[in-house]
């Protein structure tokens, strides 16, 4: 298997949109995404390659093995190892909203829904954006003033 620090994000994108389609082809799958540091330039050897899934919500949740096995598939199907996989489904706003705006789509079953999904996610996600913020500084003063702990 090949190891994805030697791998450009676009040669990347391109490997995996081709095993998704294999990978995925018998799974509610309605869309697949490369996000993390592949995506934003700065994979550290080794880096792994993160991809969330978002699964028909029909069917959702689908079991553990089945969960696991759709990371093996897809390891599989595209050569590449170190693939570390997430349900968007199950995730908090926070991590949907940034796989949708920083990611890659590399898989789409159904457009329709596709669109649905990411339409009514990246606006909840950008009503919630500046509460986020403000948390975020809050964390930061407090990590300045008081430390870590």
Known sequence: M??????????????????AQKAFADYPIISAYLYGSQVRGRNLSPSDIDVAVYIDPEVFPLSLDV????CVRLEEASGL???DLRILNEAPLSFQ???LRQGIEIYSADEGKRILFETHTLDAFLDYLPHLE???RAFLHSVAEKGIL
């Open 2 to 19: 090949l190891m994805c620090s030697k791998i450009k994000t676009k040669e990347l994108s391109k490997t995996l949109q081709q095993a």
């Open 67 to 70: 969960e696991l096995g759709l």
């Open 81 to 83: 190892s170190n693939i």
């Open 97 to 99: 909203g940034e796989v």
């Open 134 to 136: 403000k948390l975020r």
